[in-house]
């Protein structure tokens, strides 16, 4: 006998089954209200009768929400990193948790590539929401910062999430204690003896590389070391910007025997220029980093970092978006989420 294919359950038998509209049917999957006890008892039994798995169009059919949440992330640096090959995981770690806690919820999560600094920023996102009509909107750094962008999502009255950014403002603010991140990496330092220890920093653009630059002074400060502008290497999160500032650092009169780097490329810089100068890491120089990517791990020796909760924080502002959307409150205060020290292989005593 020829193979016949078993036909595809869709909602409209799910209607005709219980004798109701398809916006009904909608509305009774999606838990909204003024529905009928006995309508929802006919709903539900057709569903289990007919072994229906509701699909996001079927969900999207009551009109009130969209199930669907956009991630917005910046485009030159993440396509310059998937080119160059020597982009990081951040991007791998913020779709983990978005997609992950969007998955729980019945959610999906839509990644979008924008260039904050486009004159047409807006015209981009605008055509974005348009097309979409997402829930919610998950900025990652820059965009949190940008006042262009948190402006006009303000205006068309769609929720927003900043994840990294630690200034006021509207949206949900989702971050780790980026100062106090610093302060304890420089710490560790200062412990092992280091009185000069240099900072990269990393892009102005970015709020968190101020907070992490404070974060250091305040360490150097308390320990009564020297937190003067020539132990400062002026960093934009790329590798050459990491190589000029560790070259800088290490050629002073008097020169860091530790560096405290933004981010993991620029301590993988600084380790190429201890190499290319002879200096044994850790023997001469102790080296920490920030976000603890696969680079940290496996690079030689493997990097002391400060492990970001990057798929945490996603995770948690799409979890703050989804339950705006279901009428919950407010949290009362900006979500800060917990760091970590993993101390590796690349710190160690101070011999000078």
Wanted: overall charge negative; hydrophobic content about 45%.
């Amino acid at each position: 006998m020829p193979h016949t294919r078993r036909q595809a359950v869709t909602i409209k038998h799910v209607a005709a089954e219980a004798g109701v509209s398809l916006q009904t049917v909608s509305r009774v999957i999606n838990n909204e209200p003024n529905v009928r006890p006995q309508v929802q008892e006919r709903v539900h039994a057709a569903v289990a009768k007919l072994g229906y798995v509701p699909s996001l169009a079927a969900r999207r059919l009551g009109g009130s929400r969209s199930y669907l949440i956009l991630a917005l992330n910046d485009r030159d640096r993440t396509i310059d990193g998937w080119r160059s090959g020597e982009g990081t995981d951040w991007v791998d770690q913020m779709l983990l948790g978005g997609m992950l806690k969007c998955a729980e919820h019945g959610y999906r999560m839509i990644f979008e590539l924008v260039d904050t600094h486009s004159a047409h920023v807006e015209r981009e996102i605008m055509a974005a929401l348009s097309s979409l009509r997402p829930d919610g909107v998950i900025l990652t750094p820059p965009h949190g910062d940008n006042p262009t962008i948190t402006e006009l999502l303000t205006r068309q009255h769609i929720p927003f999430a900043r994840i990294g950014s630690v200034g006021d403002g509207a949206g949900f603010s989702i971050s780790m204690d980026d100062a106090h991140a610093a302060e304890v990496a420089t710490a560790h330092l200062i412990a092992l003896g280091h009185r000069r220890v240099g900072f990269i920093t990393g892009s102005d653009e970015y709020a968190l590389s101020g907070a992490r630059l404070e974060g250091w002074r305040k360490a150097m400060r308390a320990a009564g070391r020297d937190d003067s502008e020539e132990l400062i290497g002026r960093g934009d999160f790329t590798f050459d910007s990491g190589i000029a500032a560790a070259t800088a650092l290490v050629s002073l009169a008097d020169p860091a025997t530790a560096i405290v780097a933004s981010n993991d490329q620029m301590a993988l810089a600084a380790l190429h220029v201890a190499e290319a100068r002879g200096l044994a890491v850790p023997r001469d120089l102790s080296i920490v980093s920030f976000d603890n990517t696969p680079v940290a791990r496996f690079s030689v020796p493997p990097l002391t970092a400060i492990a970001q909760p990057i798929a945490a924080m996603t995770a948690r502002a799409a979890e703050l978006l989804i339950e705006a959307k279901q009428g919950k409150p407010d949290p009362d205060a900006p979500s800060v989420l917990p760091f970590e020290l993993v101390v590796r292989a690349s710190t160690g005593p101070c011999d000078g």
